[in-house]
């Protein structure tokens, strides 16, 4: 086995369940370097990342306390505004159009869920009432059909990015 001769196609996927302000600052520098590194290695490599954001009121975590269960956003600011507003951040990535191009990703995918987390719970018997069953956020804060964001998107700029260098 060694090192692959040509990478024509990288994509980084990641995600943020809890802790939206930092976690979208780690993500955002995540991808940043992703970009920087596929880049570095060929500019004619397809960088693309793709990005799953959890908007439920409530996430508990298995690496924390049973009984530490979080809860998104506050009466000011609901889970599903906080996660809009974490999705438009990602609105400030460069999305290549040409391997001459300034630095950016030539793809970017962002979708929200609402999973609670807790069926999983150890003691989930306690959290019936407040349990509620994983769904594909509405939009918003799910990126719209035709928004650069969404996942049919990103698929299309990598398609094209490909087909523009490799065929």
Not at 11 to 30: F, Q
């Amino acid at each position: 086995m060694g090192p692959p001769v040509v990478i024509q196609i990288a994509i980084e996927l990641k995600s943020i369940w809890t802790e939206h302000g930092k976690a979208r600052m780690n993500r955002l520098r995540d991808f940043e370097s992703f970009h920087g590194y596929a880049h570095h290695y060929s500019p004619e490599t397809v960088a693309a990342a793709f990005l799953v954001v959890n908007s439920a009121d409530r996430f508990w975590s298995p690496l924390r306390a049973k009984d530490d269960i979080t809860t998104h956003g506050s009466p000011k600011k609901p889970a599903r505004l906080l996660a809009k507003e974490t999705v438009d951040r990602f609105r400030s990535i460069h999305l290549r159009k040409a391997s001459t191009d300034i630095p950016g990703l030539e793809a970017l995918g962002v979708f929200v869920v609402e999973h609670d987390n807790l069926a999983i719970h150890p003691d989930a018997a306690d959290y019936a009432a407040l349990h509620k069953p994983t769904i594909a956020a509405p939009s918003p804060p799910n990126p719209p059909v035709g928004d650069p964001l969404h996942y049919e998107s990103m698929i299309q700029r990598i398609c094209n990015a490909y087909t523009q260098r490799f065929s």
